[in-house]
């Protein structure tokens, strides 16, 4: 199956401060790249969606301003999430879109970055 | 919301077949049923997806009623590793979205 990497795995910073989250499809191009969140024991929720080249798509209740993202190329996104908050600490997840499958394409996601804000 | 509806959890010997339900009663004619299965601390791991025949690949089958209205995941011989919890989604063809709801936790034990 295809495979998507996140960098790093796990980060604690101090409040205040921004981090910067990267997706990566290591061997295919992505259509599109999404960004989740997952609180402990809750299920995955939908951030936002992003398109190589264009604005990214947010769910609703999502700031932002908050949480950028730039989709820079087919096999790139970041996710920064500015002036961090404990309420921030998370587990962020991305997951990519194999290009060319047309209305089947399967999202296949990495392994997550936890993070931590003290 | 979430459009499916799967029990909260199952347990299941090692060795033995793991049959997971999932409803999907509202399913309308242009959603797949998708399976992702979520191991502890990593990212959703995808499994087999199905629009109304069954499928079956390495790793699992998919068992899709004839109305559509539910589904059956199946792992035929369950192993400790398959411990997770297994949500299935439905998605609409050329959406790109999924929804997850809380799944079902899949323990395997000796």
């Known amino acids: 199956g295809a495979v998507v990497s996140q960098h790093p795995s796990r980060v604690i910073c101090k409040s205040g401060t921004s981090v910067k989250i990267e997706c990566r499809s290591l061997d295919f191009q992505a259509t599109t790249m999404f960004w989740y969140r997952q609180f402990p024991k809750q299920s995955l929720m939908l951030m936002a969606t992003?398109?190589?080249?264009?604005?990214?798509?947010?769910e609703q209740g999502v700031e932002k301003d908050k949480f950028l993202i730039n989709h820079a190329s087919l096999t790139l996104s970041t996710l920064t999430v500015t002036s961090a908050h404990p309420e921030d600490s998370s587990f962020y997840i991305c997951s990519a879109t194999l290009r060319g499958m047309g209305y089947q394409e399967t999202q296949y996601f990495g392994p997550g970055t936890r993070l931590l804000v003290l | 919301d979430a459009k499916t509806t799967q029990p909260p959890s199952m347990d299941c010997a090692e060795g033995r077949a793991a049959n997971l339900p999932c409803n999907h009663s509202?399913?309308?004619?242009?959603?797949?049923v998708y399976w992702y299965r979520q191991i502890h601390s990593q990212g959703p791991q995808y499994i087999i997806h199905g629009l109304k025949n069954n499928e079956t690949n390495e790793m699992a089958s998919l068992i899709i009623t004839e109305d559509r209205k539910s589904s059956t995941l199946i792992l035929p011989h369950a192993t400790l590793r398959d411990t997770a919890v297994y949500y299935c989604?439905?998605?609409?063809?050329?959406?790109?979205?999924?929804?997850f709801g809380t799944g079902t936790r899949l323990l395997v034990s000796p």
């Open positions: 989604i439905v998605r609409v063809v050329g959406f790109q979205k999924l929804v």
């Open positions: 509202t399913i309308s004619g242009n959603e797949y």
């Open positions: 992003s398109n190589e080249g264009s604005k990214a798509t947010y």
